[in-house]
Structure formats: C-alpha cells, structure tokens
C-alpha cells in the first residue's frame, strides 16, 4: 500500500514536469512536492526567489495581546519552512490585510515529534515544513513572552502569478504527505544500469554498463549504493573522494564519507535500507554518465557498487546534479555561473555549530542558518557564490548541494591529500 503511494507521487510529480504548471497554485499542489525528488532536478515553473528572515519585524498589538511578526512579505507567495529555537507559544498566520488569522496553532504542536507537519530534526534545531500560501501579502506572527529565535523561508513569485490563499487541508491530505515523507526504503529504486569496482590491483577501478541499454540517455541516476571495505575502515572511508560527471561535465567532487553522510538530514533522498553507502539523489543526464571513486588513503581499500536508473524526459528545465565539499580548514569559496538552484550547504556529519552562512544568489546576499539540513531550493537565474570565513575552531566540514543548467562553471578547491586531517574533524 504504502510502496504504490510512494510510486503514485513520484510518478505524478514525474508527469507534471511535462505537463505545463497550474493556473493556480493552490495548497494541495505545495503539498504534493514536499516528498517528491523529481522536482528538485528541474528549474520551477513559474519560478520564484527564496526569502528569508531570522530577525523580528516589529511587535504589534491584536485584542489586547502582543505578536512578533516573523514575516511580513508582499504579493503572491508560500511560507515554506520555519525553525523556532524555542517553539512556544502561539502562532498565527494574517492573509492580506486581514486583521483576522486564517490560521492560529500552537508552535509546540507544530514541532512535536508525531505533528501534523513533516520535521526535519536534531539535537539542536528542528525545521517544519509548512507550506502556508497567499495570494496578496501574509503576516506569519508568534505570540510568546520573548523575543524568539527564528528562521523563516518563503517563496516569492513574481507580479501576476497566481496563488490560492490557504485553506485548511482535506481530510487525509496530510496523513498522506506524512505517510509519504517518513516511509522506510526497502531496497533501491530504479534498474540497475552500472556496476563499480575498485581494489589495490586496479586502482583506476571499473566502471561498466550492467546492462547498455539502462545507460544511454536521456535517463537519470536514481540510486548510488557503495561500499568501501580495508583493514581499518574509518580510515578507508576517509581517504575516498567522490568524482560524478553528466554530459562530460564534472559537478560531483566530494568526499564520499561527506557526500554519503549528508543525506541522513533529508528523508526524500536517505537510503535506510542497508549498512552501504546510499544516495537517491535523482541525477538526470542526458547522453551519459561517469562516476570515479578516487583513493587517497590506503592502496588496500577495496570499493564496490551500483548504479541505478531510471527513465527520464529532458526538456528546457532538465538540470544536472551538483555537490562540492567545502572543506572544515581555511576560508572556502563556491562560485556557479549559469542558472540553476541551490539545495543547501549540509554538515557532513552531525553539526557542532549553529553559525550562518554568507550566500549570494544573483547578487542578493543573505544569511542563511545550516546547521540542520537541505535549504528549501532557491533558484538563481545567473550567479551562486558560498564564502565561508575562515575559523578552523568553529567551521566543520559542510558539503553545497545543487542542481545546474549544462554548461555551466563551477569553481572552487578540490579536496586534496593534505585535506583528510579535515575530514575526520565531523566524526
């Protein structure tokens, strides 16, 4: 039951990529999009800026009570994520002008373990996804006895798009998404299209077609699982870099303990199935793809895996997959020319530090708080750039995902030999 759910959605989502976008966006079509990968791998329709604030509007008085307003953004748009670092309170959603909340809950139901909305979650910081449309202007406020600690992200679309302002789920809409959002993946998904293997006696490794006809694109990656095995296998891990190239462009160069950890923070791409490494980013291409695993520990380590596919349509908005270490030593800086859209900067491991980053999305700045997970995707149409300061004492190792047009540049330092000191800084 829950396997044909789970294939239902994503062969909608599948679908809808070829069919044009609503005339509306409406709640149940927010809805529909949170559990499903294969959005990600193309540019929106209609596009959209992702907004954020972390610092209080203002205070304002309602019947005698006093609300925080988190947000107060104009025009057509979605909430889409909020964090409170101490979700208390109440919180209340104001439609337009209105001086009426279309929405009123506790923040505590919101963010409880078993709530309504799908969590992403850790020891220090909890995220709810919450899509929360409007169709002219929205005030997201919290009354509490404190100034709150917050993020809080919204989409923006531009004059002239049409969005349905919120209305109270149907019955069953989000026991569905949730259903959905937490299920448990029992093996990987896709066919299985290409085999890898790499030992002391063939360093360079193999990479070969299981099947040519499940490799030719256009096509997309839909499951990696590897295994790295050596006499000490942390070490081993640790010495394994990551290369994925689509269309002969190189997107893919990261630590593969980095890149593999990094998806235990989102569960559309988490592989819980088994102890391999497993990824389900979706990887369109559109002739072919190559993947090399580079050894730079031990020559004993011995790696072994598969690749697995699934049938993909390419079109304007295809984009390839891209994720690049940003190492925990010395300042770091990630610059992408071209369009595409930011997944989030992900901590290769547990995080032990809640600091915001510097991002820059088509020369908008903005600070953006990763200490948890994936960033809701932020489209750029011309320029990404990452910089992070350089504090070895508080930056830990951090891994930018992305998606992005072919053809685009992609500049920033490759992990090398004298790099592994920080690949075990997260462990």
């Known amino acids: 039951m829950l396997r044909s759910l789970l294939l239902t959605l994503a062969l909608g989502a599948l679908a809808s990529a070829q069919t044009p976008p609503p005339a509306r966006l409406e709640l149940r079509d927010f809805l529909r999009e949170i559990p499903a990968r294969e959005a990600m791998a193309r540019l929106p329709a209609p596009g959209f800026t992702l907004e954020q604030r972390s610092s209080v509007v203002r205070t304002e008085p309602h019947e005698g009570r006093h609300e925080w307003v988190l947000a107060e953004p104009s025009g057509a748009g979605v909430f889409v994520r909020l964090s409170l670092a101490d979700p208390r309170g109440r919180l209340r959603l104001y439609l337009g002008s209105s001086a009426t909340p279309a929405l009123e809950l506790d923040a505590q139901e919101l963010f409880a373990a078993h709530g309504h909305w799908p969590l992403l979650r850790n020891s220090t910081l909890a995220l709810a996804r919450m899509p929360l449309p409007f169709a002219n202007g929205a005030r997201l406020t919290l009354e509490s006895d404190t100034e709150p600690a917050f993020e809080v992200l919204w989409r923006g679309y531009p004059a002239g798009s049409a969005v349905a302002d919120w209305s109270a789920p149907q019955k069953g809409e989000l026991d569905t998404l949730n259903a959905a959002w937490d299920a448990q993946v029992h093996g990987p998904e896709g066919q299985l299209s290409y085999t890898l293997s790499l030992s002391e006696k063939n360093p360079a490794g193999d990479f070969l077609a299981a099947d040519p006809k499940l490799c030719a ?18 070490t081993a891990i640790r010495g394994l870099v990551l290369h994925i190239s689509f269309d002969g462009e190189e997107t893919v160069v990261c630590p593969l303990a980095a890149f593999f950890r990094s998806q235990e923070f989102e569960p559309r791409i988490r ?50 997959f891209g994720a690049r270490w940003i190492p925990a030593r010395g300042s770091a800086r990630l610059a992408l020319e ?34 948890l997970a994936l960033l809701e995707r932020a489209p750029f149409e011309q320029r990404l750039v990452l910089e992070l300061p350089e504090h070895a004492e508080v930056w830990p190792q951090r891994v930018a995902f992305f998606y992005v047009r072919p053809g685009a540049k992609i500049a920033s330092r490759d992990p090398q030999p004298a790099d592994r000191e920080s690949l075990a800084l997260d462990r």
């Open 271 to 320: 592989a819980t199935w088994t102890r391999d490494f497993g990824a389900r980013w979706i990887m369109p291409y559109r002739e072919r793809m190559d993947l090399f695993v580079e050894n730079l520990g031990p020559p004993s380590t011995h790696v072994s895996g598969a690749v697995y596919t699934i049938p993909w349509t390419w079109d304007e908005r295809s984009l390839h």
């Open 338 to 371: 071209g369009p595409g859209q930011l997944l989030g900067i992900v901590p290769g491991n547990a995080p032990n530090t809640a600091a915001a980053l510097g991002v820059e999305l088509d020369s908008r700045p903005r600070s953006v708080q990763a200490a």
């Open 217 to 234: 694109g256009p096509r997309a990656v839909s499951t990696i699982v590897l295994r790295a095995e050596g006499p000490d296998s942390e």
